[in-house]
């Protein structure tokens, strides 16, 4: 939710307040730096061949692309407060365009958060029924139809704002984006909107589903937990989400077996990866919500609210910056494929260059021992001819020695030959 009655007065009671404004500059500037570094990591890290095929890895590459939006969005609707530049009046066009992100990307995050809560939820109790609906073609569906539900519902803000002038002429701030006063409808419209509509279905309601799925997906881990089982050799383990089940006991694992026991491990890491987010949003998004709704009729436009709201701004943005931060410290599967990300690479570009290097040395060597062995070849057939030739002349030679009528013609041919 954002400050929707913001007046001429207002903004230039606002532009006044140099303190909360510098908090806005350097401590917004560092978080959107960090957030956006963060979420482009995120977006990289679950957009990866392993990660692509679980269904809940899908809904945070989602989340990462919703969070890296929200982040630019709300960084240009701050920026005359931080920097004195004012993007968002350029054209109408932007105007309506920032404003419609910033509602469409924070309910798209809570939604899909939403989403993934259930899915962990289906995958942990109904493992029966996981593989129809924890699926990625099944979590590519959800995710449209919320995508489709959430421009229905914020599409009216594409038509109500607008770039506007403003009628104090000794203020520096000639422009605005805002709704037009003469629009008495809409402005009525909007404030229920923005106040019951937007605050029940797209914030409250989805909290109290992660924060349920949450509750009963850490039970049934710690329940689980009691259930593992160590092979001999301490590399796999087994367990099952029915605690009545009894756990075979065995040494011998097929290969079957041990690619199960990976999978649910990493279902496990990913059901954490989501506790801590919602943990978070618990922590750094329901103050500032819950603080938007009951002031929201506050008329006053005083430093002393503007810094609280720019506080409370501030630890929502640090909620959308810090996912990627949050899946390091919980999942040991991100940080895998994290690492992997840059190690791999790295190694896979020195063996290539080493490898056709070598390859290359190694076709030259080949074509060199090649051309060798041709040239002896003919050394050694020219030398074997020779050879050959010598011992029968010297052969027919010594047998034509014993006739004295052909001494001296055999002599003759015999030093022919020879030389």
């Known amino acids: 939710m954002i400050n929707n009655t913001t007046s001429s007065a207002s903004i230039y009671g606002y532009m006044n307040c140099s303190i909360t404004n510098g908090i806005i500059r350097y401590f917004g500037t560092f978080i959107f730096l960090i957030g956006i ?52 009046i350029i054209h109408t066009s932007l105007c309506k365009i920032t404003i419609f992100l910033i509602y469409f990307s924070n309910h798209l995050s809570n939604i899909v958060l939403t989403l993934a809560s259930v899915d962990r939820f289906i995958l942990i109790y109904c493992p029966s029924r996981s593989k129809h609906y924890c699926n990625v073609n099944r979590a590519k569906r959800f995710v449209l139809i919320a995508v489709i539900i959430l421009f229905i519902a914020n599409g009216h803000i594409l038509f109500g704002y607008e770039k506007i002038q403003l009628d104090d002429k000794p203020l520096n701030v000639s422009y605005d984006c805002n709704i037009r006063r003469e629009n008495i409808f809409y402005n009525k419209f909007f404030h229920f909107y923005d106040s019951y509509i937007e605050s029940i279905f797209f914030i409250i309601i989805p909290f109290i589903i992660m924060f349920i799925c949450s509750i009963l997906i850490i039970f049934q881990i710690f329940e689980t937990r009691k259930n593992l089982r160590y092979n001999t050799t301490g590399k ?164 034509d020695l014993n006739d004295p009528s052909q001494k001296l013609l055999s002599n003759s041919k015999y030093i022919i030959g020879s030389y």
């Not at 990591?41 to 679980?54: D, G, H, M, Q």
């Not at 989602?62 to 004195?84: C, G, K, Q, R, V």
């Not at 640090?318 to 040991?332: C, E, K, R, S, W």
């Open 236 to 399: 796999f383990y087994y367990y099952t989400f029915y605690t009545s089940e009894t756990i075979r006991q065995t040494v011998r694992k097929t290969f079957q077996e041990q690619g199960t026991t990976k999978l649910r491990d990493k279902d496990i890491q990913l059901c954490f990866m989501l506790i801590g987010t919602t943990l978070a949003f618990l922590v750094f998004c329901l103050p500032t919500e819950i603080n938007d709704i009951l002031i929201y009729t506050d008329r006053e436009h005083s430093c002393s609210t503007w810094f609280r709201k720019v506080l409370l701004m501030l630890m929502q943005q640090i909620y959308y910056a810090g996912h990627f931060y949050i899946y390091t410290l919980t999942g040991q599967v991100f940080r895998k494929h994290l690492y992997a990300m840059f190690v791999n690479k790295q190694n896979q570009s020195i063996s290539t260059r080493f490898f056709s290097k070598f390859n290359r040395l190694k076709n030259q060597s080949t074509i060199r021992d090649q051309n060798e062995k041709s040239k002896s070849s003919l050394r050694t057939t020219s030398f074997i001819n020779i050879k050959t030739h010598r011992p029968t002349t010297k052969k027919v030679l010594t047998n």
């Open 37 to 88: 570094f963060s979420t482009i990591l995120s977006i990289c890290v679950f957009a990866r061949k392993p990660l692509r095929r679980k269904s809940c890895c899908f809904y945070f590459l989602i989340l990462a692309i919703s969070d890296s939006i929200h982040l630019l969005t709300m960084t240009i609707e701050h920026l005359p407060y931080s920097f004195n530049i004012d993007l968002i």
